[in-house]
């Protein structure tokens, strides 16, 4: 279907889908059977400019929006979610700062994050707060010029892999929802190290491991914005970045249909491609149907967002719900289509599957994001 994008957005598609086919497909199954982080891929992304599409061009960047980083997401996580993902944590670990750093900071990062010199990471979850931030127990206490910062933080992407990290960290537990704040904490920070790289399910070449704090000193100035405002940043933060995951969910979920559409043409079975069984056409039907109402809703909502950045934590949960359950759905389906080839390490569907999985659960887990929706609502209703 024409989305009508401007020539701007299309090039952003074109050079996305070449990195995929080119640079991503290639290495997805090695880079997943080795459980290797793709640093090369990377670096050829960091080539074509690609870090920089959300930073405004002040600081470097392309100046891009919700919807450019969406279609780039698509097509890379066409390509693979955890080469996709680990693109995507840098955003995700840069937007903090975009969004409530002084200009002296957004200054000195931005333009590093842009040019790929610096790559960065997001920091909230711990062993005993996943959906329930408030519950983080990792303490930054301020001792006269330097911020002191202890606790555990678990499952962050691009751990040890990342130069820059963005850290939630209770600073007045007697302040509630206003006692955390963020803090950039650098690789060579002094007190700071990581736990071992965790064994995943799935998006195996991302690097998951945790972040641990131990008497660790950074300057005063490390301080996203100010003091208190570390729950509200986070929470703008994944308004804006939660339809890029639900683009890597439209980009899966095409991978997969795509699979599964060539297999159901050449598979012959009882003397007829398995495509002219009505069982089987009428899945594919419905996993393009699915797919297509998705991605007409994640760009509907990422062009909103260009427009609107307030008020926007309803659509946005919306997108990132539809679109990955649905490619959780039809990278299951493709499975199916395949059956047994499909189940096997020889085809990439299985892979897809296992990695459509964790799109339902990071960045809010899909129940959570059924929460914030029905919240909206019930704030809606009152008021009319
Ligand atoms: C591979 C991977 C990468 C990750 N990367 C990062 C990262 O870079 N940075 C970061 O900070 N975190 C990261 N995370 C953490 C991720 O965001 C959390 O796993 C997620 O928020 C859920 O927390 P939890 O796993 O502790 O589940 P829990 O919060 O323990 O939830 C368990 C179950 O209970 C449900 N549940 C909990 N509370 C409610 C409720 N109020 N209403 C309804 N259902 C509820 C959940 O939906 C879930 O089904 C990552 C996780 C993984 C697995």
């Given at each position: 279907?024409?989305?009508?994008?401007?020539?701007?957005?299309?090039?952003?598609?074109?050079?996305?889908?070449?990195?995929?086919?080119?640079?991503?497909?290639?290495?997805?199954?090695?880079?997943?059977?080795?459980?290797?982080?793709?640093?090369?891929?990377?670096?050829?992304?960091?080539?074509?400019?690609?870090?920089?599409?959300?930073?405004?061009?002040?600081?470097?960047?392309?100046?891009?929006?919700?919807?450019?980083?969406v279609?780039?997401l698509e097509q890379l996580g066409r390509?693979c979610v955890a080469v996709a993902t680990?693109y995507a944590?840098?955003?995700?670990?840069?937007?903090?700062?975009?969004?409530?750093?002084?200009?002296?900071?957004?200054?000195?990062?931005?333009?590093?994050?842009?040019?790929?010199?610096?790559?960065?990471?997001?920091?909230?979850?711990?062993?005993?707060?996943?959906?329930?931030?408030?519950?983080?127990?990792?303490?930054?206490?301020?001792?006269?010029?330097?911020?002191?910062?202890?606790?555990?933080?678990?499952?962050?992407?691009?751990?040890?892999?990342?130069?820059?990290?963005?850290?939630?960290?209770?600073?007045?537990?007697?302040?509630?929802?206003?006692?955390?704040?963020?803090?950039?904490?650098?690789?060579?920070?002094?007190?700071?190290?990581?736990?071992?790289?965790?064994?995943?399910?799935?998006i195996?070449?991302?690097?998951?491991?945790?972040?641990?704090?131990?008497?660790?000193?950074?300057?005063?100035?490390?301080?996203?914005?100010?003091?208190?405002?570390?729950?509200?940043?986070?929470?703008?933060?994944?308004?804006?970045?939660?339809p890029g995951i639900a683009a890597l969910g439209l980009g899966l979920a095409?991978?997969?249909?795509?699979?599964?559409?060539?297999?159901?043409?050449?598979?012959?079975?009882?003397?007829?491609?398995?495509?002219?069984?009505?069982?089987?056409?009428?899945?594919?039907?419905?996993?393009?149907?699915?797919?297509?109402?998705?991605?007409?809703?994640v760009?509907?909502?990422?062009?909103?967002?260009?427009?609107?950045?307030?008020?926007?934590?309803?659509?946005?949960?919306?997108?990132k719900?539809?679109a990955t359950?649905?490619a959780?759905?039809?990278?299951?389906?493709?499975?199916?289509?395949?059956?047994?080839?499909?189940?096997?390490?020889?085809?990439?569907?299985?892979?897809?599957?296992?990695d459509a999985?964790i799109l339902?659960?990071y960045e809010?887990?899909?129940?959570?994001?059924?929460?914030?929706?029905?919240?909206?609502?019930?704030?809606?209703?009152?008021?009319?």
């Amino acid at each position: 279907m024409d989305y009508f994008l401007t020539e701007e957005q299309q090039m952003i598609v074109d050079v996305t889908r070449q990195i995929a086919d080119e640079k991503i497909i290639p290495k997805r199954a090695e880079l997943d059977e080795k459980e290797e982080f793709p640093t090369d891929i990377l670096k050829a992304m960091a080539q074509a400019d690609l870090f920089g599409i959300f930073i405004p061009q002040e600081y470097g960047g392309y100046g891009g929006g919700c919807l450019e980083v969406v279609l780039a997401l698509e097509q890379l996580g066409r390509g693979c979610v955890a080469v996709a993902t680990s693109y995507a944590a840098s955003a995700l670990g840069a937007y903090p700062i975009l969004l409530a750093g002084s200009e002296e900071m957004k200054q000195h990062y931005l333009p590093k994050v842009a040019s790929s010199e610096y790559r960065s990471a997001f920091a909230l979850t711990e062993a005993n707060a996943g959906s329930d931030a408030g519950g983080i127990q990792t303490t930054a206490i301020l001792d006269g010029d330097e911020w002191i910062i202890n606790g555990t933080k678990q499952w962050i992407t691009n751990a040890g892999e990342a130069d820059i990290y963005t850290v939630v960290a209770i600073t007045d537990r007697t302040k509630g929802p206003r006692g955390a704040s963020l803090f950039v904490v650098e690789a060579t920070d002094r007190g700071f190290s990581y736990g071992p790289k965790e064994k995943k399910m799935g998006i195996r070449a991302s690097s998951t491991r945790e972040l641990i704090f131990k008497d660790c000193r950074i300057p005063k100035n490390r301080l996203v914005g100010k003091v208190g405002i570390g729950f509200i940043t986070v929470m703008k933060t994944l308004d804006l970045s939660r339809p890029g995951i639900a683009a890597l969910g439209l980009g899966l979920a095409q991978a997969a249909l795509d699979e599964a559409v060539v297999y159901a043409k050449q598979r012959v079975q009882f003397g007829k491609p398995i495509i002219s069984f009505q069982a089987i056409a009428h899945m594919l039907a419905d996993m393009a149907t699915e797919l297509e109402a998705a991605r007409a809703l994640v760009y509907a909502v990422a062009k909103h967002i260009n427009h609107h950045k307030e008020g926007i934590s309803k659509i946005s949960s919306m997108c990132k719900v539809f679109a990955t359950d649905m490619a959780m759905k039809v990278t299951t389906d493709a499975v199916q289509v395949l059956a047994g080839y499909g189940y096997m390490r020889d085809y990439p569907v299985e892979k897809m599957m296992r990695d459509a999985k964790i799109l339902q659960i990071y960045e809010g887990t899909n129940q959570i994001q059924r929460n914030v929706i029905g919240q909206e609502l019930n704030k809606e209703y009152n008021r009319n």
